[in-house]
């Protein structure tokens, strides 16, 4: 059960802060969130004062030569970085409740033990629907796969899905993804040598019923990481479900058999933080001398896909879908 919150005073107007509770609340919704740890913190420092926009660069990868043999009295060939960039827009996250000092004073239950356990639940969807909608934003997220027969689908590289589903999805299917990943558009892999996946549970029931589909028993061994919601592993993809249609619905476009899913390998979505989501308090929320109270999460961020291109080293993403 969530203990009673004590609040600190720390500042002389404006509103209460708890750093340990903050903390605390940020550390357990966290925990439960299953799409934003797959994004990623670049670590560029971008914080307080530096504006509303934020630069990512990130570094498109090097040539492979013919050859990288040396001959003895010639230099070693030099290669010249090619940098890429995305512009983020940091905005302001957060949500609160308010309740009574009548409450507090004659309830039998504490309202702010309760509020801690809502608050925190209610951050973690929010920053997981957050999150997923960077994954499957078709402004940057450019390649689309779309299954047409249980073997094969039509690919679209211009965020845009031209065709309609006409098939769940299937072993075959992720086999060709993981190949348009590794061959096509040479993206690095997550974990390992594998790539994930993140899906509503419509197009999983699908897998599941294939005979190829392999339980996480089957391929993770003791001391391997194991992701929150992991289901099973098709063709180098650890599918995690998300049953949850605020971020991955179980309808996408006007197909009845497929769902809203994402597979992409290492660096695929970054997350800015300004403001590292907190909770706060406000005793005198309606200014009526304290009778009426409120608490709330609170933070500055910005999520987004690294690349917003489908080009062969730079695209780390590929949507599941339908027109």
């Not at 992409?264 to 590292?276: K, L, N, Q, S, Y």
Request: with cysteine; charged share 25%; aromatic share 10%.
């Amino acid at each position: 059960m969530p203990t009673a919150m004590n609040w600190t005073f720390d500042a002389e107007t404006g509103v209460y802060k708890n750093r340990y509770l903050s903390n605390k609340l940020l550390e357990q919704s966290l925990a439960q969130c299953k799409v934003l740890p797959f994004t990623h913190d670049f670590g560029i420092g971008f914080g307080k004062n530096k504006g509303e926009y934020v630069n990512l660069m990130h570094i498109k990868e090097l040539p492979d030569p013919n050859s990288a043999q040396l001959d003895e009295f010639n230099r070693i060939p030099i290669d010249k970085l090619q940098f890429g960039n995305r512009q983020f827009r940091v905005v302001e996250y957060g949500r609160g409740v308010e309740y009574t000092n009548l409450a507090e004073q004659l309830g039998q239950f504490n309202p702010r033990s309760i509020l801690q356990k809502a608050l925190r639940r209610q951050m973690e969807r929010a920053l997981d629907t957050t999150a997923a909608k960077a994954f499957l934003d078709p402004t940057a997220v450019k390649i689309v796969f779309i299954p047409t027969s249980l073997t094969g689908g039509v690919w679209d590289t211009d965020g845009v899905p031209s065709t309609v589903a006409t098939v769940g999805l299937t072993f075959d299917h992720c086999c060709a993804i993981s190949d348009y990943l590794a061959d096509i558009i040479h993206c690095p892999p997550y974990e390992g040598e594998d790539y994930v996946g993140l899906s509503c549970n419509k197009n999983l029931r699908s897998l599941k019923q294939d005979r190829l589909w392999q339980m996480v028993h089957l391929y993770l061994q003791k001391g391997d990481f194991f992701f929150l919601g992991e289901q099973g592993k098709t063709e180098r993809i650890r599918w995690v479900e998300v049953n949850r249609s605020a971020a991955f619905a179980n309808t996408v476009g006007s197909s009845t058999v497929i769902g809203e899913a994402v597979v992409f390998g290492d660096e695929a979505v970054a997350r800015i933080e300004v403001e590292t989501p907190e909770l706060r308090a406000d005793p005198n929320y309606q200014s009526d001398f304290g009778r009426t109270k409120a608490v709330a999460w609170y933070g500055i961020l910005a999520f987004g896909a690294v690349w917003d291109t489908a080009n062969d080293g730079e695209a780390k993403i590929i949507r599941i879908g339908s027109a």
